[in-house]
């Protein structure tokens, strides 16, 4: 399964297009999001909401740490604090990542529910990390990167883990799966 990983939209319409532009490009069957999809302003007549409630990819979703009860409300996909996908022998865990309070826990995680990758959000800085067997996956953010990063989201193949700016569509980091 080709998996498409994006995370902290907060509420960029822009931001959700391009990613699934590049998302239908790359052949995507299943969207990840790792939360913060929305604002605090956020209305049922939101822009983004429309968007993605009505993507041709199924999407589903973790909570993120600005995603509120009236937020979640508005979307007609799954949002719950943890998704788990099992993809033949992968197990991937997805969650936001505030609650992780640093990698050595996120592996932990990891590691007590079988998982091949974790993927997470919230940093909005994109990292591909590998130790012991174990992936742990932050697509940056596609709505507001910080520090030096670019706008960027994640494609998960079979092979591979692609890191793409989001407005260019370029690939940034094509590393292949061991």
Request: proline share 6%; net charge negative.
């Amino acid at each position: 399964m080709i998996i498409g990983i994006v995370s902290d939209t907060h509420d960029n319409l822009h931001g959700w297009n391009s990613a699934l532009e590049i998302f239908q490009r790359e052949k995507v069957e299943l969207i990840l999001h790792c939360g913060d999809i929305l604002e605090a302003h956020a209305k049922a007549e939101s822009s983004l909401c429309r968007a993605m409630n009505s993507s041709p990819i199924p999407v589903l979703a973790v909570r993120g740490n600005v995603d509120a009860n009236d937020h979640v409300a508005l979307l007609n996909f799954p949002v719950v604090p943890l998704v788990l996908v099992q993809d033949g022998p992968n197990r991937i865990i997805a969650v936001h990542g505030n609650l992780l309070a640093d990698k050595a826990s996120a592996y932990r995680q990891a590691t007590s529910l079988s998982a091949r990758f974790l993927v997470r959000g919230h940093t909005h800085i994109p990292e591909i990390e590998r130790k012991n067997g174990v992936y742990l996956l932050n697509p940056g953010s596609a709505g507001s990167p910080r520090g030096f990063s670019q706008a960027s989201v994640m494609v998960l193949s079979p092979e591979r883990i692609k890191l793409i700016a989001l407005h260019s569509g370029e690939i940034i980091k094509d590393e292949p799966l061991y």
